[in-house]
């Protein structure tokens, strides 16, 4: 055993828990294959703390469903079966290409993930606009943040997911958190907010279950699923009666209020209350609780932001910051926690449709001409914007005859799953790159498997902006290939022998010139500073000549990114989920995550201790609703929508509203809740509508 340790990041959520790890060598032959955990207390996000998921990561990487060697299917049985590299790398090359000869471009697909690093993503984007000139490339970080993103960019001019360092919240003086449930999805940050109470700072957690974040709160919201934009609206409109406005603020650093104000005012509160289910006193009580304090901050994640007007709702909790004077202003400001790996820059080089590399617009001509320009291609040769996550996987097997996919399982993530298997099932051909079989590479005519985390090196870009290092830690198994090289042998069988590198660091060189003066540049930053500082913040321009730039942990203190300096206040109004309850399905359906599996649970489903954990779906509900259908705690029970039902145990507890269901998502079979969810679309983000469907709750079996 090596006695020395390398320093790194989980391979999961975006907090990006620093970890040490200790290689060992495999007892086989000698190369060095399994790794344990040692906590890494110097790294200021975590502090050594780890959850369950970080601290079995290991097992994933020594797994035996790991796959460590190609798979084709065969004409002859219809089954995948072991392949050599060439074979497989050769199909998949052949098969693009020739959907791309008999249709178009267009008609080849590519679908990446938030867990890929930023080396990864910007390799990919390339790849699918210089090597396959298709425009039909996003990925499934379009499921996670991408409503903050938008209302972030709508207000601020660039979007950050927090704008400041998470060594802040403690400080501020009280935090609203709107549908994040940190205790499960991350945990090692749930001190933050206990730190605020420490200090005598105050929580309010928007939320329609009790969650054991709730339970931490001073105040606990809980709205009806679907109405936190009328929340939002309903605490403004008490703030402006109450003369709480920072009319200072407002005038010196915003445009729009008096549009945005109109709008907040005609939500009254006991309108407000009739649309929530939130109390008029227990509104009046939240607004009074953050206009007291000093500072304070709003914190989102998924449970606004996946809603077919996640933009707005966003927008709305903006539009209270603005109006308060909490944005722009130290220990202040409104953030989103995104929850992928690489959530945050996994959208900023280029891997989304609309998107190029420095988080560039792909219809701003001076973007393409300055991205065109390091790829030295014309400009003219990229395509323009193509589909939305969604809107791509419902396009397979129409418009879009093939489909590279790496790092995403959509089996089990998208809504409306079913479907999108059936459209995954339609194509004419699917490659798949991952490390196990997940249920879309099951699917696939050909399988890559791919390194994991610690059998490589790349940078990830955290929930603060801050630009971190994972190392190679062990030796990759023999038969695996990483990313890169996969992506490089698939350029040059399409004819691009040079440009996409397999070096990571030689990946991000270029990359760090695509960024550059864009607004996420990364120009200064550089695999020694990353090392060197454990993590830079961007924006982070190459000061040449100059000191170098430190980076920027604290955004908007002077000047918002806008062209003017000042903040956007958009107007906004409630308006009801895509799909309310009627006569047919009278419940509302909310999902979400449990702290043992993560996002697919491709991974976390094949670690004995997690699955142990969380064996399997479950669906939550309150006491009167398993009254009324007569079952109790452990009776199977299944949710039912217009497209179709998950089943799973039933989970009786107070700590739900008594008109709504929750399930969480990371299981296939009979307990996909993805196949019920709504894929109603946000019209800005394209986010579909996770958050919140119609559905029956009927007795398994019984239906
Ligand atoms: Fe990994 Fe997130 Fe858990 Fe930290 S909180 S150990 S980054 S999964």
């Not at 959907?99 to 697909?109: F, I, L, T």
């Not at 590519?110 to 984007?125: P, S």
């Not at 670690?607 to 009254?627: R, S, W, Y």
Request: glycine share 10%; proline share 8%; hydrophobic share 40%.
């Amino acid at each position: 055993m090596r006695d020395e340790t390398t320093d790194t990041h989980c391979p999961y959520c975006a907090l990006q828990c620093g970890m040490k790890l200790r290689a060992a060598p495999d007892s086989a032959d000698g190369a060095e294959r399994t790794v344990e955990v040692v906590e890494r207390t110097e790294f200021p996000v975590n502090r050594g703390a780890l959850c369950g998921k970080g601290r079995t990561a290991p097992a994933v990487l020594s797994s035996r469903v790991r796959l460590t060697g190609p798979l084709v299917r065969s004409h002859a049985t219809g089954r995948l079966e072991e392949a050599t590299w060439e074979e497989a790398l050769r199909t998949i090359a052949d098969k693009l290409g020739r959907s791309r000869a008999e249709h178009g471009p267009d008609a080849v697909g590519v679908f990446g993930g938030g867990g890929l690093t930023n080396e990864k993503a910007y390799t990919l984007g390339k790849f699918a606009r210089v090597a396959l000139g298709t425009s039909q490339i996003d990925y499934n970080g379009r499921f996670c943040m991408s409503s903050a993103a938008a209302a972030h960019t709508r207000a601020f001019g660039l979007d950050r997911g927090l704008p400041f360092p998470l060594e802040d919240i403690p400080r501020t003086g009280c935090v609203i958190l709107v549908g994040s449930n940190l205790a499960e999805t991350m945990p090692p940050a749930l001190r933050y907010l206990t730190e605020l109470k420490e200090n005598g700072g105050r929580l309010i957690v928007v939320d329609p279950r009790r969650t054991r974040t709730a339970e931490q709160a001073d105040l606990h919201l809980a709205p009806r699923p679907g109405t936190d934009l009328a929340l939002a609206l309903g605490l403004l409109h008490i703030v402006v009666a109450e003369g709480r406005t920072d009319d200072a603020f407002i005038g010196e650093r915003t445009a729009g209020w008096p549009e945005a104000r109109a709008a907040a005012m005609a939500h009254w509160p006991e309108l407000v209350e009739r649309i929530t289910g939130v109390g008029v006193p227990q509104l009046r009580e939240a607004a009074r609780m953050f206009c007291d304090a000093p500072t304070g901050m709003v914190l989102t994640a998924r449970g606004p932001e996946q809603q077919s007007k996640g933009t707005d709702t966003v927008g709305a909790w903006i539009n209270l910051c603005l109006a308060t004077g909490r944005a722009g202003r130290p220990l202040s400001g409104y953030g989103c926690l995104t929850g992928q790996g690489n959530g945050q820059g996994g959208r900023e080089h280029g891997q989304k449709a609309d998107q190029l590399p420095g988080y560039r617009k792909l219809d701003d001509p001076a973007a393409r001409a300055h991205v065109a320009e390091v790829w030295g291609v014309p400009p003219e040769s990229l395509p323009g914007p193509g589909r939305s996550a969604y809107e791509l996987l419902d396009a397979l097997g129409r418009d879009v005859k093939s489909l590279l996919l790496m790092g995403s399982n959509p089996v089990v993530s998208a809504p409306r799953a079913a479907h999108v298997e059936e459209r995954l099932r339609s194509l004419d051909f699917l490659a798949v790159a991952d490390v196990v079989l997940s249920e879309t590479a099951a699917l696939a005519d050909v399988v890559l498997p791919v390194t994991q985390w610690a059998e490589e090196t790349g940078t990830m870009t955290n929930l603060e902006g801050r630009v971190l290092l994972r190392r190679r830690a062990l030796t990759p198994p023999a038969g695996v290939r990483s990313d890169l090289e996969v992506l490089h042998a698939l350029a040059a069988l399409l004819g691009h022998e040079k440009g996409f590198p397999t070096d990571a660091e030689e990946v991000f060189d270029e990359l760090r010139r695509a960024s550059a003066g864009g607004p996420a540049d990364y120009s200064g930053i550089t695999y020694r500073r990353i090392a060197e500082e454990d993590g830079v913040f961007w924006p982070c321009p190459d000061g040449a000549g100059d000191a170098p730039h430190p980076g920027t942990p604290r955004l908007f203190l002077d000047r918002f990114a806008t062209p003017d300096g000042l903040a956007r206040f958009v107007p906004v109004t409630h308006r009801p989920a895509a799909e309310e309850p009627d006569a047919e399905y009278p419940v509302l359906l909310t999902t979400g995550r449990v702290v043992a599996q993560y996002q697919s649970g491709a991974q976390t489903r094949r670690v004995d201790e997690l699955t142990a954990a969380a064996p399997g779906p479950f669906v939550e509900l309150h006491p009167q609703m398993a009254e009324r259908l007569g079952v109790a705690e452990g009776d199977p029970v299944a949710v039912v929508s217009r497209r179709g039902r998950a089943e799973g145990p039933a989970r009786v507890t107070n700590g739900i509203r008594p008109d709504t269901v929750f399930m969480p998502f990371h299981w296939p079979g009979a307990g996909r809740v993805n196949t019920v969810t709504n894929p109603a679309l946000d019209p800005t983000s394209r986010m579909p509508e996770f958050k919140v469907c119609a559905v029956r709750v009927e007795v398994a079996g019984r239906g």
